[in-house]
């Protein structure tokens, strides 16, 4: 056992497929959750309030963080953003991978409150895939699918800040890439202090 769970930064630009490789992940590994985020964006065709995201408006949004409820927030394509605070800790007390699908500016901060946080950056194996991506979500108009495209390039030139750059190929490569990542990080030594004694008291 680790002594703790996990937490993992999951950061990609919109349209680098998140939301399903995400999916898959939490289909197959029952130690892994996702934080559900609270957003003042209007929810698209097909998204439910309570597991895609929190729909709320900017008063009730404020009103979170000025309670301290929010680990981190960032203001996006204008629109605000944010992790509310609470079940991410019990979900990582009761040992679970936790992922927060968040932008570059939420990271930073979450780097700052959580020094032993990984970073994972899903990555598009081209722009012209993530243009093409975009376009067939089909859901947003010409100058919202440019603006996300001119954020995208911005993102991606930072993904050299995250501990690890996983390319979204495919959905199965993406998915078992995340899995050795966590796989991996379980088994650090910096998170399994207590086995040693452990092992040594019951011999
Ligand atoms: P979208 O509108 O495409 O769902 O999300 C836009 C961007 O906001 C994505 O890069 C997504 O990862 C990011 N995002 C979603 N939830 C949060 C959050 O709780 N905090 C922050 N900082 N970014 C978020």
Redesign the pocket.
């Known amino acids: 056992m680790t002594d703790k769970g996990i937490l993992i930064i999951f950061?990609?630009?919109?349209g680098s497929g998140?939301g399903t490789v995400m999916n898959k992940l939490l289909a197959a590994n029952d130690d892994m959750r996702v934080?559900i985020?609270?957003?003042t964006?209007q929810s698209r065709e097909g998204e439910i309030d309570g597991t895609h995201?929190y729909f709320v408006n900017r008063e009730y949004f404020e009103k979170k963080i000025s309670e301290n409820k929010m680990l981190?927030?960032?203001e996006?394509?204008g629109?605000m953003?944010?992790?509310p605070k609470d079940p991410v800790d019990e979900m990582l007390k009761a040992g679970k991978a936790v992922f927060?699908?968040?932008?570059v500016?939420?990271?930073a901060?979450i780097r700052e409150l959580y020094p032993d946080v990984i970073s994972v950056f899903l990555m598009p194996p081209s722009m012209k895939t993530l243009e093409e991506r975009l376009r067939g979500r089909g859901s947003e108009d010409e100058e919202t699918i440019n603006h996300?495209l001119v954020i995208a390039r911005e993102?991606v030139r930072r993904a050299s800040e995250y501990d690890y750059i996983v390319i979204n190929d495919t959905v199965e490569n993406a998915v078992s890439g995340i899995e050795t990542i966590i796989k991996a990080e379980r088994q650090k030594t910096a998170r399994n202090k207590k086995i040693i004694s452990e092992v040594i008291n019951n011999v």
């Open positions: 950061s990609g630009p919109s998140k934080s985020s609270m957003t964006r995201y981190e927030y960032a996006y394509n629109n953003y944010g992790t927060l699908e968040i932008e500016q939420g990271a901060k996300r993102e």
